[in-house]
C-alpha cells in the first residue's frame, strides 16, 4: 500500500520560530512531493513543491528538504506567524497518480 | 478567475438515500479529481476523471460513482448511504500534463453529514 507518513500530529511553535514537519513515504517510485495548507472550511492549498532531484527547495519562509535514501522530507517554516496557524499535510505521486497524502499536522503559532 | 467552485457547501443525508456533488473546476483545467477527507484526517483518493472518463480510482466501493461532461465539470454520487461517509468531499483540478508543475487547485469542499 503507497502511504506517507507524517508527524507531528500537532504542533505548538512561538511566534518566530521554526516550525518542522517530517514526512516519510515507502514508494521509491514517487517523484514529486508536495505540501498543502489547509484553513478551517477551506480546501488545501500547495504551498510548496519538490522533485527528488534537488535536496532543497525555499520559498520565501518555506523549506522544504528531501533525502532520498532516506525516503523522508520536511517542510520547515522559519519566522513562524500566527497566521501561519493551519492544518498541514505533505503528499507524493508519481507521474499522473492521484496525490497520497499524509494525516495532517496542525500547527499552532502563539502570539 | 474562480477557482474550483463545489455545490453545494453542506448537506444533510438520512442513511440509504442517494446525493450528487457537483464541481467546477478552475477555467483552464481538464482533470477533476474527488477525494474525501473525514474529521482530522487526510484527504483520501475517490477517483479522477479526464475526457469524461474514470481514470483512477481509490479504494472506495462501487456506491461511488462520478461522472465528468464536456466543459470539464464533473459530480460525484454516492449511493446506499452510510454514517461513515460523513465528510468533507473535496474536488481539485488540474492541467492534465502540468499537474505536477502547476500542482492541483482544490475546492472548498462540500460537508457531507449522514445521520
Known amino acids: 500500500q503507497q502511504q506517507v507518513k507524517q508527524s507531528p500530529q500537532s504542533l505548538i511553535v512561538q511566534k518566530g520560530g521554526i516550525s518542522i514537519i517530517n514526512c516519510a513515504y515507502e514508494n521509491t517510485a514517487f517523484d514529486y512531493f508536495p505540501w498543502y495548507q489547509q484553513f478551517p472550511g477551506k480546501g488545501p492549498a500547495l504551498l510548496i513543491a519538490?522533485?527528488?532531484?534537488?535536496s532543497e527547495k525555499k520559498e520565501g519562509r518555506f523549506t522544504i528538504s528531501f533525502n532520498k535514501s532516506a525516503k523522508q522530507f520536511s517542510l520547515h517554516i522559519m519566522d513562524s506567524q500566527p497566521g501561519d496557524s493551519a492544518t498541514y499535510f505533505c503528499?507524493?505521486?508519481?507521474?499522473?497518480?492521484?496525490?497520497?497524502f499524509g494525516s495532517g499536522t496542525r500547527l499552532q503559532v502563539q502570539p | 478567475d474562480a477557482g474550483v467552485t463545489q455545490s453545494p457547501t453542506h448537506l444533510i443525508k438520512t442513511r440509504g438515500q442517494q446525493v450528487t456533488l457537483r464541481c467546477s473546476p478552475k477555467?483552464?483545467?481538464?482533470?477533476v479529481s474527488w477525494y474525501q477527507q473525514a474529521l482530522g484526517q487526510g484527504p483520501q483518493f475517490i477517483f479522477q476523471y479526464y475526457e469524461e472518463e474514470e481514470r483512477q480510482r481509490g479504494n472506495f466501493p462501487d456506491r461511488f460513482s462520478g461522472h465528468q461532461f464536456p466543459n470539464y465539470s464533473s459530480e460525484l454520487n454516492v449511493n446506499a448511504l452510510l454514517l461513515g461517509d460523513s465528510a468533507l468531499y473535496l474536488c481539485?483540478?488540474?492541467?492534465?500534463?502540468?499537474?505536477?508543475?502547476?500542482?492541483?487547485?482544490f475546492g472548498s469542499g462540500t460537508r457531507l453529514t449522514v445521520v
Open positions: 519538490i522533485r527528488p532531484d534537488v
Open positions: 503528499a507524493a505521486n508519481t507521474g499522473r497518480r492521484a496525490l497520497t
Open positions: 477555467s483552464g483545467h481538464d482533470t
Open positions: 481539485a483540478s488540474s492541467l492534465r500534463d502540468r499537474a505536477f508543475v502547476d500542482g492541483y487547485t
